[in-house]
Structure formats: C-alpha cells, structure tokens
C-alpha cells in the first residue's frame, strides 16, 4: 500500500512526464486559484443559507404571534 508521501511523490512525477517542468507552476498556481474561489462560495453559501434559516424562524415566529 502507497503512503501519502509516496502518492505525492508519484504524482509530481506524472506531471512532469505529461505537462513538463514549465507548466508545474502554473498549474499549481491555477488550482490554488480555484481553490480559494471554491471556498469563497462555499462560505457565501453558508451565509446565505444560514440567513434563509433566520427568515424562515422569523416567518414562523409572525405567524405563531398572530395565532395568539
């Protein structure tokens, strides 16, 4: 069984064979981009999220207010 090291080691070397040296940094460059814009939208997401919770709390509340 391959440890992590040995994963990452074999992959760096893939890419050289398949990309070349050159284009390592870019690529990695261009994932560290995507990665960042992924977690951006992740966070707005759970913002948005988190506050369509609260309305739906505050429609809840109105309408047992009302019932009252």
């Known amino acids: 069984m391959l440890g992590s090291t040995e994963i990452i080691v074999l992959v760096v070397v893939i890419g050289v064979l398949i990309f070349g040296a050159k284009k390592i940094p870019e690529l990695a460059k261009t994932f560290g981009k ?3 814009e992924f977690e951006k939208g992740k966070i707005q997401g759970d913002q948005e999220l988190k506050d369509f919770k609260g309305e739906i ?3 809840s509340k109105d309408k047992e207010a009302k019932s009252d």
Do not use: P, Q
Request: no cysteine.
């Open 57 to 59: 709390d505050n429609i």
């Open 34 to 36: 995507a990665k960042g």
